[in-house]
């Protein structure tokens, strides 16, 4: 399982669980269990609702936007979605033909691989 905590951008902590495709639902319960201690369940990331949000945010000023959406994008901030560097290894072309991985690109890519989070499958909590 990927975690991955923000702390000193909201008013209260963040941390965000990405859930395994398959798994043992025991371990992910008592992995769940250890991780979350201090904090409290606010939901998937589509789930979250606007009262929750505008208790996060540090300041509420652009009227364009919902609390939900403002509070989306200081996630964003800290996280991805997908990966802007893609999924597959980054290579270069030596010679004609022939390619190998680009190590400080590929390096790049696997530090926002840390980063990126499945959607679908990330839970998000809240520090009580």
Do not use: H
Request: glycine share 4%.
């Amino acid at each position: 399982m990927k975690t991955y905590e923000i702390k000193d951008l909201l008013k209260k902590g963040l941390l965000l669980i990405e859930l395994p495709e398959n798994g043992n639902t025991f371990d992910e319960l008592t992995f769940l269990d250890s991780e979350t201690k201090g904090y409290t369940l606010l939901g998937k990331p589509d789930e979250i609702m606007e009262d929750d949000a505008a208790q996060l945010i540090p300041m509420y000023f652009d009227y364009e936007k919902t609390a939900v959406e403002y509070l989306a994008e200081m996630i964003e901030s800290e996280i991805y979605w997908e990966n802007p560097l893609g999924d597959k290894p980054i290579l270069f072309e030596y010679t004609k033909g022939k390619s190998c991985i680009n190590e400080p690109k590929e390096w790049e890519r696997i530090k926002s691989e840390q980063k990126t989070f499945d959607k679908n499958k990330s839970l998000i909590f809240v520090k009580i």
